[in-house]
Nanobody, 121 residues
Framework: QARLVESGGGLVQAGDSLRLSCVGS????????LGWFRQVTGKEREFVAS????????SVADPVKDRFVISRDNFKTTMYLDMNSLKPEDTGVYYC??????????????WGSGTQVTVSS
């Protein structure tokens, strides 16, 4: 069964960096665009970043555009989110997601269980 597993979350201080990883299994990883989303308790899940199937094109949300970088290594079936200059408002559960095809249009069809990121001030 297709699966996504996130890792790399934790408790950090404002200004620190973190790298999140998302490992995919039981599907052809390079066939699918992927994305990162985050959710704060009591709020809706929000888009963070997305990347096409071979990483040629990416999109990053405006609030994090100058600080976060999305990338992927299809040979390792892993996607990454490098988060720099973290702020307390970046706190939340970060989810990776898989889109139906090579582009990140429509809604993701497969979700990981999430990894918690907490940024203290």
């Amino acid at each position: 069964q297709a699966r996504l597993v996130e890792s790399g979350g934790g408790l950090v201080q404002a200004g620190d960096s973190l790298r999140l990883s998302c490992v995919g299994s039981e599907f052809t990883f390079s066939d699918h665009a992927l994305g990162w989303f985050r959710q704060v308790t009591g709020k809706e899940r929000e888009f963070v970043a997305s990347i096409t199937s071979w990483g040629v094109v990416t999109s990053v949300a405006d609030p994090v555009k100058d600080r976060f970088v999305i990338s992927r290594d299809n040979f390792k079936t892993t996607m990454y989110l490098d988060m720099n200059s973290l702020k307390p408002e970046d706190t939340g559960v970060y989810y990776c997601a898989r889109y139906a095809g090579a582009l990140y249009n429509g809604s993701p069809q497969l979700w990981g269980s999430g990894t918690q990121v907490t940024v203290s001030s």
